[in-house]
């Protein structure tokens, strides 16, 4: 098999790297370890910048989208029993769109499939080879036996726990990271939201976020422990704790209904710098991860692919050694902005959360720095800008 270029991986970053090259007229091949119905029903970020929706309308991935989602012109932040909202409609003239990344997957999925070009699902003992030769190969096995394609690049887009970024000789990578005392208990809830836009909590209980799918299905967060058992979290002590942790003075009440999913999910965040090595180029979760407080791991894996379809594009429509120009960039061009969003992450996670290390002083410090955004309009205009999206240049 001959390619361009080798998309490993079948998220939101490989798929759409895979369609915007399709428009470019760049041939790909993508490969992903599971099947099409895992990865349309696996639950994940919901929560688009307003450039993530930009450059899914503009790779014709948007019309089930625009139809569909929910437009959020801001976000409430409780504590303290009261409730404030971050009006960022009014603060920076832009919104975020509520639309799950399973449902980005299946319309991303549906245009590839429609093309007829290669879409592999189910591929084992994917390996990456010849990395930094002009040729690099990526072997493979299907029900048909063993498989080589051969490609110009390889677009390592399969996640934090993929073959691509291990198969970077050691001392290539340096990886950062940060490992935060506490997870998130998530639930999906078939229930209507109890309100129109995310809500935030701080209390003294831990954290607790109120989320939505849809107008009918709901999907809330509890702060619980990294080794957090499901077994002692009913039904009913789940909702009775979202309670308590998003209640306010004036009554708020939380819907409560059917819960279709639990689970735990680790808080950590981690780069790996530089994210290409030779013709390998690393995107989204294969090179970042982000604490999901901030809304951003799907955010940035679209705009990882954005700056990459744009530098293969160069790379192939150029002429001369100038034309390596924005792919040898490429990764300097993505932690610009991915460090930038990795602060912001880190301090709203760091804002909203409880520590067990935390003593008094820790408290009353917290509860002033979230006073302070909720009544400084400067703190508030650097809030809303940061979470529906810094530029991506």
């Known amino acids: 098999m001959r390619t361009q270029v080798a998309i490993i991986g079948a998220g939101p970053a490989g798929l759409l790297l895979a369609q915007l090259l399709h428009l470019r007229g760049i041939e790909s091949v993508v490969l992903e370890a599971k099947s099409r119905d895992y990865i349309e029903h696996r639950v994940r970020a919901g929560v688009l910048e307003h450039q993530s929706v930009d450059i899914l309308n503009a790779a014709g991935a948007g019309e089930r989208m625009m139809r569909e989602s929910l437009r959020h012109g801001g976000v409430e932040i409780h504590f303290s029993g009261e409730r404030h ?75 934090f726990h993929g073959v691509c970024r291990p198969g970077i000789p050691a001392g290539a990578l340096q990886e950062l990271e940060r490992v935060y005392p506490f997870a998130w208990l998530g639930i999906l809830a078939e229930v209507p939201p109890a309100s129109d836009e995310l809500i935030y909590a701080n209390h003294e209980r831990g954290f607790a976020l109120l989320s939505m799918r849809s107008p009918t299905v709901s999907r809330l967060y509890i702060q619980c422990e990294p080794d957090e058992a499901l077994e002692g979290w009913s039904d009913d002590r789940i909702w009775s704790e979202l309670q308590a942790r998003l ?17 735990v999910t680790p808080m950590r965040s981690f780069v790996a710098e530089p994210m290409q090595y030779g013709r390998l180029f690393l995107a989204g979760d294969a090179a970042h991860i982000v604490p999901p407080t901030g809304a951003k791991g799907m955010n940035l894996a ?92």
């Open 85 to 159: 909202r971050i009006d960022f409609a009014a603060l920076v003239g832009r919104t975020v769109t509520i639309y799950g990344q399973q449902e980005v997957v299946k319309d991303l999925v549906a245009l590839r499939v429609a093309s007829g070009l290669p879409l592999h699902f189910e591929v084992e003992e994917v390996s990456v080879h010849g990395l930094q030769s002009d040729r690099p190969q990526v072997r493979f096995r299907t029900a048909a036996g063993e498989q080589v394609l051969e490609c110009d690049f390889v677009a390592g887009c399969d996640g």
């Open 247 to 263: 209640a306010t003075q004036d009554g708020f009440q939380l819907a409560t209904g059917p819960i279709l999913q639990k689970g």
């Open 302 to 393: 679209i705009a990882d692919v954005h700056v990459l379809s744009d530098a293969l594009n160069h790379f192939y429509k150029g002429h001369g050694a100038a034309r390596r120009g924005k792919l040898d960039a490429y990764s300097a061009t993505c932690l610009r902005r991915i460090w930038k969003v990795q602060r912001f992450s880190w301090w709203v996670t760091t804002l909203l959360h409880r520590s067990a290390a935390d003593n008094a002083f820790d408290r009353r410090r917290q509860i002033a720095e979230l006073e302070y955004l909720v009544t400084s309009h400067a703190a508030a205009l650097t809030f809303a800008e940061n979470y529906v999206g810094l530029p991506l240049g």
